[in-house]
């Protein structure tokens, strides 16, 4: 009898597992099948940050860094403002829209500690490289010397 009772509340736990996992990821799954049909990428994919995000990005990047909050979403807002470099992206990337994704925190952190070298492994389309080299133009500008060097194995990437 005991073993019977083990048994269904064993299959009671799994379903209900089951049926919570799916309600997890429902919207996960939903968004991939929007991007899949609304979106030409096969890889690098570009999408943007919800506010909750940015709100993360900013605090983790001002406290690896050391710099303030203040002084770190300065920089957010000057990759995020810049029509130019949001236009050659779309030259580019022809595929992709105008967001940045995850890779703004390559900006940010060559914008706050100011490398000397900055490296790169795996180039692809050469969005990153664009927000890289452009964090280090900024820097030069404010008289910090940088150099970048983008390492890939496929030697038709960008």
Not at 41 to 53: G, I, K, Q, R, W
Not at 123 to 131: D, S, V, Y
Request: aromatic share 12%; net charge positive; with cysteine.
């Amino acid at each position: 009898m005991y073993k019977k009772i083990i048994i269904n509340k064993r299959l009671f736990y799994i379903a209900w597992m089951v049926i919570y996992g799916f309600k997890y990821y429902a919207k996960k799954i939903k968004l991939i099948f929007i991007k899949s049909l609304t979106s030409k990428e096969v890889h690098s994919f570009t999408y943007s940050l919800t506010p909750l995000n940015k709100l993360y990005l900013l605090n983790s990047v001002s406290i690896i860094t050391g710099l303030s909050y203040v002084e770190v979403k300065k920089y957010f807002v000057e990759l995020e403002s810049n029509a130019e470099i949001k236009d050659y992206l779309k030259i580019i990337s022809p595929n992709s829209h105008s967001a940045f994704s995850v890779r703004i925190i390559n900006y940010l952190l060559i914008r706050a500690k100011k490398p000397k070298i900055s490296i790169e492994n795996g180039i692809g389309e050469g969005i990153n490289t664009l927000i890289m080299c452009e964090a280090i133009k900024k820097n030069l500008s404010e008289g910090f010397s940088g150099r970048y060097i983008g390492i890939d194995l496929n030697i038709d990437a960008s």
